[in-house]
Each structure stands twice: as structure tokens, then as C-alpha cells.
């Protein structure tokens, strides 16, 4: 299974995106195609994947970002308002857990770019308001020119494993019962090594050597992050909680996992979405 939000089927069309002469025949090209929101969540068309409209559908003040290209046609989203960052309606999640990957994962470009451009209104430089250009990809200020692109904010999440034991942990913010792997950002002058041995050793008090990668996903919601996944060797399994980050965590064996993973009766614990990274990271974990 590969991470979710990942596998577009969509050529991102660089190519067009300096070029306004092309960028112009994309939004007037009678096959284009516009992705249909419901404020920030998807919308899932009765035949399942996402919904889309044509040109003639959409307000002509509306501005629109270029997503990329399908067999030749242009594909775009609309720039709506939002609150966005780490607002997530029950919606969203319905909708992620019916749409196909390659569909899941065109949405969280739509959604990144979109929280994108909503917290960026105004020039980091100058404080000049700032306009969308780039056909989408990216601003540039009224005032002084400066130009500013989309960024990618890196993410460690991770297994620590003990004598084939793995960590997790979960948030009161989550279902009851829900467990998920431990997570946290990188900091600045900091590998991707040191940032998990040292997110572990915050959050549940677990020294840890060998880190190894195992993948990494795209995540839309909370800003436009990368989650690396990994699995640390932890030099023992005595824990120190801190209740400041963590409700709670435990150490649960490959049967446990399983079990979660699998949805089953009498399952220990819940696992996380299937479209979450730490659902791929546990399941690789299981099949090591």
C-alpha cells in the first residue's frame, strides 16, 4: 500500500507556468476542468472519485490555480476562502476515506496550495499585499515585487521498537482508543536522524540509536508538511511521559498491531486512517 496523498495522476505543467500565453489558453480550453469544493472539504461525485466542473460553472472572478494536466486537459482549482491550517471538518475525513488514491492525492495539492495562498496574503518583506501569480504557484508583492513560493515544512514521524515491541502514542484530541505513531517538526540545524531520536526522547523519555527511513508522504492539512517516516532502535522501553504532548503511550506487540490494523473485535487499540502515514508506517512495521 502506498502512503496516502500520493500517486497524482496530474502533469504539474511547469512548463506553463511562466508562460502566460500558454497559462491563458489553459483557462480558456473548453475541456478544462475545475475541481468542485464544498468550502475546503471535497466533493465526491456519485460515481465516487472527485468532482468536477466545467468553465462555464465557475464565477468569472474567481481566481484559479493551475493543479496540472490529464491527457491533455487542464485541470484547476478555485481560490477559495477558508481557515484552513489544522482545521479539519468530520466531512473531510468521510470524504478521504471514499475517494481513490490518485483522486486523494490531486485534493491534497488543491488543499496545500489553497491554505497556501490564504496565509499569504501580505508580503513577509514589506508587508505589501500580494498577488497570485505563477499561475497559481506562487505570490508576488504589490509593493516591492518580491516574489514567494509555495514551501514544504518537514515532519519526523516514528516507531521506536524494543525487543520487537513498537511505541506508540495518541492525543486527547483523537477517538477514544485511537494510538498512532509519535511525531513532531524539524528544527532548524537538525537531521532527520537527530530529530527523531530527539522527539522520542521528549515526548515519551526513550533514548534511541540506528533510525532507519522507511517513506514519506505528502500531508495537506496544518500547513503543506512532508511526513518522513521512520522506526528507531530504542536502548530500552521504560517510559517517561510527557503529559504536555501526550495523553498516553504504550509499547504493543506485532499481534496488537495486526489486530488494530485489521479492525478486528477484540483489537487493543485503534488504528489510524488508512490515508494516514502512520497507517503505512505500522504496517510496514508489522511485515518487517
Known sequence: MNPGFTGSPLDRAD??????EGFNAALN?????VLGLDGLDPVVASEGGL??????????????????LANGKPHFVPLVEGAGGMARSPAVWRALSMLPAEDAAIYGIARSLIDWHNNHKYCGRCGGSTKLFRA????????CDAEHFPRTDPVVIMIAEYEGKALLGRQSAWPTGNYSALAGFLEPGES?????????????GISCGAVRYVTSQP??????QLMIACVADADGDQLTIDYNELEDAM???KEEARAALADAPDKRFG???PFAIAHTLLRRWVEM
Open 29 to 33: 480550453d473548453w475541456r478544462a476542468r
Open 219 to 224: 500531508w495537506p492539512f496544518g500547513g503543506s
Open 136 to 143: 497559481g504557484w506562487g505570490r508576488q508583492c504589490t509593493a
Open 51 to 68: 468532482k468536477w466542473v466545467s468553465m462555464a460553472e465557475v464565477d468569472v472572478s474567481v481566481e484559479l490555480i493551475l493543479l496540472g
Open 271 to 273: 488504528a489510524p486512517p
Open 251 to 253: 509499547w504493543v506487540t
Open 192 to 204: 532527520i536522524e537527530e530529530a527523531v531520536r530527539r522527539e522520542i526522547m521528549e515526548e515519551a
Open 15 to 20: 512548463r506553463l507556468r511562466n508562460d502566460v
